[in-house]
DNA sequence: CTGATTTTGATAATCATTATCAATTAAATT
DNA sequence: AATTTAATTGATAATGATTATCAAAATCAG
C-alpha cells in the first residue's frame, strides 16, 4: 500500500530504488508518525544493513523530499527531520512536548478558516505548518 | 514606549545595558516585524558602531530571547531568527512569501479553538507557533 | 559485452553556532 | 579615588550538521 505509492513516485522521477534508498524508505515507513534526523535515519540503517555511508542517507532523504516522498522540516534544535508524508493532504501540524520531546499530529479543520481569510487578503497559500508546544498527556499527568 | 519596555526586562534580569547590546536592540526595533539572523544583525550593527564581535551577537541575541524581549524561530535554511518581542501574547504565527521571501504575521483567535479542544485531550499547551507558506499579495499578482 | 550514466562512500569543505580564554570594562568595596 | 570582584567582550578554536568532491562500483541502454 505504501510501497506502491512510494515505487509510483519513484518511477515518475525516475529515480531507482537501490538497495540502499531500500533500506532508508523501510525505515521511514518503520517510524511512520515519528520525525527523524538524517543521523537517526543512518543508525537505524546501518542496523539493518550496515554498508550505507553518511553521505547517501543525506542524499536519499533530500531527494525523497524532493519528490514529496518524505515530507522536511526543522524544529528548534536546529537540525532537519523527516517522515513519511502519506497522501495528498498536508498534514504538518505538530504538538511537541517540552520535557519529553516526543512530537505528535494535529487535526487539520480549523486552520482551514484562516486560510480563506488571508486569501481573501491577497495571499496564495500554499502550504502551512503549525507548532504547538508544551507537555503531552503523559508528561503533564506526571507534574 | 519600547525602550521602556526592554530596560524594565533587562533590570529584572540584572543584565547590563552595555553600548554592543544597545546597537543590537537598536537593530532589532530599527527591523520591528522582520526576522533578522545573527549574520545579518551582526552586519547592521557593524554599520552602526564598528567594534562588536560575531560572538557578542550570538550571546545577546540569545540573553535577549531567553528573557523574552526577543523571539527566537528557525525556518526552513536552518538557521536561527530573531526578532523584537512586543507585549505578553505570544504571535508567532508567520506567512512566508515562497517568491520574495518576505515573512509577515497573522493573527491569533481562531488558533485559540484548537489549543482549547488539545487541552482536553489533556495536553498542556505553552506556546505555539503557525507558519503558511505562498505568495504574498504583491508576489501573487504579479503572476 | 561495452560504453555511458547513476549512485555510492569516504572524506574534505562549508556554514552556523558554541566554547574558550585572556583582556577590557564596569560595579562594588574599601 | 584606588582596589578588588564580577560581568562582558572579541578573537579564535571547536563543534555539529550539512553539502561538495571525486574516484570506484553498480546499473542501464544499445
Redesign the interface.
Known amino acids: 500500500m505504501v510501497w506502491k505509492r512510494i515505487s509510483q513516485k519513484l518511477e515518475e522521477n525516475e529515480y531507482r530504488l537501490t538497495p540502499q534508498r531500500e533500506v532508508i524508505l523501510q525505515v521511514m515507513i518503520d517510524n511512520r508518525g515519528k520525525h527523524l534526523s538524517a543521523d537517526e535515519v543512518y543508525i537505524e540503517a546501518r542496523g539493518k544493513s550496515s554498508n550505507i555511508g553518511i553521505a547517501t542517507v543525506y542524499r536519499t532523504l533530500e531527494k525523497l523530499a524532493s519528490i514529496e516522498v518524505l515530507y522536511?522540516?526543522?524544529?528548534?534544535g536546529?537540525k532537519?527531520r523527516y517522515e513519511l508524508s502519506l497522501g495528498e493532504t498536508h498534514q504538518h501540524h505538530h504538538?511537541i512536548c517540552?520535557q519529553c520531546g516526543n512530537i505528535s499530529e494535529?487535526e487539520e479543520d480549523?486552520?482551514h478558516?484562516?486560510?480563506i481569510?488571508?486569501e481573501k487578503?491577497?495571499?496564495?497559500?500554499?502550504?502551512?505548518?503549525?507548532?504547538?508546544?508544551?507537555?503531552?498527556?503523559q508528561c503533564?499527568?506526571k507534574k
Chains 1, 2 share one sequence.
Request: aromatic letters at 16%; glycine letters at 8%; charged letters at 20%.
Open positions: 522536511k522540516t526543522i524544529f528548534e536546529g532537519y504538538i517540552l494535529v480549523l486552520l478558516n484562516l486560510e481569510h488571508l487578503k491577497g495571499y496564495k497559500i500554499l502550504d502551512h505548518e503549525l507548532k504547538f508546544y508544551g507537555y503531552c498527556p503533564n499527568s
